[in-house]
């Protein structure tokens, strides 16, 4: 005896909806494509934007004034060379602190009377 296969029961909402998004994504193109045609039209707009961000503070560079009041277009900061930097002033900050109490130390050791 074969024993029958039960097929679930779709209701025709979800029937109509996985039609229309079949339909949609035969007409769209495989998503491959549309996912690369996405990526290159980001690429577009951050050259464009980045265009018009260069374009408009060489403007303002051009005509402003340092005694008009504007603040002036900050440098790139390259935050890894910052931190190395508060790294080296924390440590030799370190190091004079040490030999502060070192010299301490020794003043102390030079004012005690009593010698073993």
Do not use: W
């Amino acid at each position: 005896m074969r024993q029958r296969e039960s097929q679930p029961q779709i209701n025709d909402r979800s029937r109509r909806l996985v039609e229309h998004k079949r339909l949609v994504n035969a007409t769209e193109g495989h998503v491959h494509n549309r996912l690369h045609q996405q990526a290159l039209s980001k690429q577009r707009q951050r050259a464009e934007s980045s265009k018009n961000a260069s374009r408009k503070a060489f403007d303002l560079s051009r005509h402003s004034s340092p005694d008009v009041g504007q603040q002036q277009p900050r440098e790139l900061v390259n935050y890894g060379e910052r931190l190395y930097q508060k790294g080296i002033k924390r440590k030799e900050e370190q190091e004079r602190l040490l030999q502060d109490v070192r010299a301490l130390k020794e003043q102390q050791e030079l004012q005690c009377p009593f010698q073993p």
